[in-house]
């Protein structure tokens, strides 16, 4: 089956750095995703990694082995309106554009 | 103005009753998709449509069915609401072109079966 395992919930300081693990098992996987959701708004894309190593995207960075099946979303600087749902989705090559997703993780940040 | 609108934002409604939730696009993707997201359980895939001509099952389709009318339009009925189908329902676009191929999200139809 597909499955993205990761954390329920998360919580951390104002200026502080969080990861955010993500382990996957999926067939046909192409890529992992990132999405941002905050209050059951619409989700939005934060970063994607098809090969090996890390994307660094300003605060946000995220990793991908895919050896070990696993990536990672960083949040540097962390600021109060980074709380939110961070959701890992695996992209699936021989599905097209196909996308599952994570259970999400819930970012707390406090003061 | 949104360039992924999902009409209506909110619905109540009665077991048995047939709904519709239409999505509408404006960013000339050709990719579109229908979520359901329930607490704890991330998004799930219900449909999705790579063109107009291409319907596909996701992982939860039964008890939905879907309509392509043009490539910037896709909707998701419900031919006979049951209350585990109270969710929130999100569309969303892809461009087959692009490198990620990023998933542009409406802003969700809250949809509550009573």
């Known amino acids: 089956g597909q499955s993205l395992e990761q954390p329920s919930e998360v919580t951390a300081v104002e200026g502080a750095i969080v990861q955010i693990n993500c382990t996957y098992q999926t067939s046909g996987f192409y890529g992992l995703s990132w999405y941002q959701q905050h209050d059951g708004g619409a989700p939005t894309f934060l970063s994607y990694n098809a090969l090996d190593g890390l994307e660094e995207t300003g605060r946000f960075s995220s990793f991908l082995s895919r050896s070990d099946s696993y990536g990672y979303l960083l949040l540097q600087e962390l600021q109060m309106k980074d709380s939110a749902s961070y959701f890992c989705?695996?992209?699936?090559?021989?599905?097209?554009?196909?996308?599952?997703f994570g259970q999400g993780t819930e970012l707390s940040v406090k003061p | 103005d949104a360039d992924v609108t999902q009409t209506p934002r909110n619905r109540i409604t009665k077991t048995g009753k047939r709904i519709m939730l239409e999505c509408s696009q404006t960013?000339?993707?050709?990719?579109m998709y229908w979520y359901r997201q329930d607490p704890g359980l991330g998004l799930r895939l219900i449909y999705y449509s790579f063109d107009v001509k291409d319907i596909n099952k996701g992982e939860i389709s039964d008890g939905y069915s879907v309509s392509r009318q043009a490539q910037a339009k896709f909707s998701l009925s419900l031919e006979s609401a049951i209350p585990n189908q109270t969710a929130l329902y999100f569309c969303a676009t892809s461009d087959s072109g692009g490198r990620t191929d990023t998933q542009y999200f409406g802003p969700g139809t809250r949809l509550t079966v009573l």
């Open positions: 989705a695996s992209l699936l090559y021989n599905q097209g554009g196909k996308l599952i």
């Open positions: 960013k000339g993707h050709d990719r």
